[in-house]
C-alpha cells in the first residue's frame, strides 16, 4: 500500500511538471557561458546607461528629456571607463552586433558606443511609466546571427524582463533576453559590473585608462563626516527609525512601531510591518547623508539606498511622543 502511494505521489509530480506553467527554469548564463551563447547570435541585451554621478542636481523629470546636457544626468569618469570595457568584452569574443538601440539621454547614447554607434534613438527607451510600444521593441526578434541591443533605464528593464526585480540592473550592468514568439522574452542571464571587468581581463582594464577608484552607483555614500541628527522631539523619533531600519530586523521594527509610532485605525501593525519588509528590500540600510530640514515638528533626511537618494520625512505626533507619520520620497530629479 506505502508502495502504490509514493508511486501515485510520483506520477502526479511528474504529471505537474510537464504542465506548461510548471517547466523547471533554465539557469541564468553568466560570464565565459553567456558570451559562448551570444557568440551564436538570437538575443537582445538591455544595457543599464554606464555610471552616472547620482547626487549632481538636475532638470530632470521620470520619461523627460532636457534638451542641455548640463541639465542632464551624465557619465562620471567610471562610467566613460565601462564603456571602454563593454567596449573590450564586445571585441574580444567577436560579439555578432546587429541593430543598436538607444534612450535619447546622453548617458545612453554614450554607452552605447561600446557597441557601435546607435543606429536608432528612440523616445520608447525613455518614455515613463512603459507602454505597450516598450514591449513591442524589447520583445523584437534581432536579426538573423545577430544581437539586438539596447541601451535604456532601470524602469524598462525591471518592467519588461521576467525575473528582473528593482535593484537587480545597476548602472552600466545588462540583462540578456531571448524572444519567445509571443510577444514576450525570456532572461537568458545578467552581466554585472564585475563581469565586464573580469571578461575583458584585468590587465587590459588597467591599460585603457587612469586608475581611478569609483564604488558602484547602488553602493550607499558614507558622508567623511558622519551627519549629527538634531535631538529634537522629531530627530529623536528619526534617529531612532533609521537604527531600527537599517538593522533588517522585524521585531526590532516590531519595537519601534509599537513603543514610537501614533496607532491609526487605517495602518494595522502588520500592515506597517509590510510595508518595512518591503522598502528593507528595495532599498537596503540606509545611510544619511544630510538634514534637509527640520523643525519642532517634523524632520527631513536625506539618505542614501542601494537604488539611490531618497528624501525620509518623520512627522511627530502633537505631543511629540510619538512618529505621527514616517514617508520614504524620491528627491526632485529622481533616478533612473
Not at 591599460?207 to 522631539?233: G, S
Not at 528593507?280 to 547623508?289: E, I, M
Not at 534637509?292 to 539606498?305: G, N, R, Y
Amino acid at each position: 500500500m506505502m508502495l502504490r502511494i509514493l508511486t501515485t505521489i510520483a506520477l502526479i509530480a511528474q504529471l505537474a511538471a510537464a504542465q506548461p506553467g510548471h517547466a523547471p527554469a533554465s539557469p541564468e548564463l553568466c560570464g565565459e557561458a553567456l558570451m559562448r551563447a551570444l557568440q551564436s547570435g538570437g538575443y537582445t541585451i538591455l544595457v543599464r546607461h554606464a555610471r552616472t554621478d547620482r547626487n549632481l542636481p538636475t532638470k530632470e523629470t521620470p520619461g523627460s528629456i532636457p534638451p542641455l546636457r548640463a541639465d542632464q544626468r551624465n557619465l562620471t569618469a567610471a562610467g566613460e571607463q565601462d564603456v571602454r570595457v563593454m567596449h573590450d568584452v564586445v571585441e574580444k569574443y567577436h560579439l555578432p552586433i546587429g541593430e543598436v538601440l538607444s534612450s535619447p539621454m546622453y548617458r545612453c547614447r554614450e554607452t552605447a558606443d561600446a557597441f557601435g554607434a546607435a543606429s536608432s534613438v528612440t523616445m520608447t527607451l525613455r518614455t515613463f511609466p512603459t507602454t505597450a510600444e516598450t514591449q513591442a521593441l524589447v520583445a523584437a526578434a534581432p536579426k538573423a546571427g545577430t544581437n539586438r541591443v539596447l541601451v535604456t533605464h532601470h524602469f524598462v528593464i525591471e518592467n519588461h524582463v521576467p525575473g528582473i526585480v528593482p535593484g537587480d540592473i545597476n548602472e552600466s550592468e545588462a540583462a540578456v533576453v531571448r524572444p519567445t514568439g509571443d510577444g514576450k522574452v525570456t532572461l537568458v542571464g545578467r552581466i554585472k559590473l564585475g563581469d565586464w571587468e573580469t571578461l575583458a581581463g584585468a590587465a587590459k582594464t588597467a591599460a585603457a585608462a587612469p586608475a581611478i577608484v569609483h564604488a558602484p552607483a547602488a553602493t550607499p555614500v558614507h558622508p567623511a563626516v558622519p551627519v549629527v541628527i538634531p535631538a529634537t522631539r522629531p530627530g529623536k523619533l528619526a534617529a531612532l527609525y533609521i537604527e531600527a531600519f537599517n538593522s533588517g530586523d522585524p521585531a526590532r521594527m516590531r519595537a519601534f512601531i509599537e513603543a514610537s509610532m501614533l496607532a491609526l485605525p487605517d495602518r494595522p501593525l502588520e500592515a506597517r510591518m509590510q510595508t518595512f519588509a518591503k522598502l528593507f528590500n528595495d532599498f537596503g540600510a540606509l545611510t544619511v547623508t544630510a538634514i534637509q530640514s527640520t523643525t519642532d515638528e517634523a524632520i527631513a533626511l536625506q539618505v542614501q539606498s542601494k537604488r539611490g537618494p531618497l528624501l525620509v520625512t518623520v512627522t511627530a505626533s502633537p505631543d511629540g511622543d510619538r512618529a505621527q507619520s514616517l514617508t520614504f520620497g524620491i528627491p526632485e530629479g529622481g533616478h533612473s
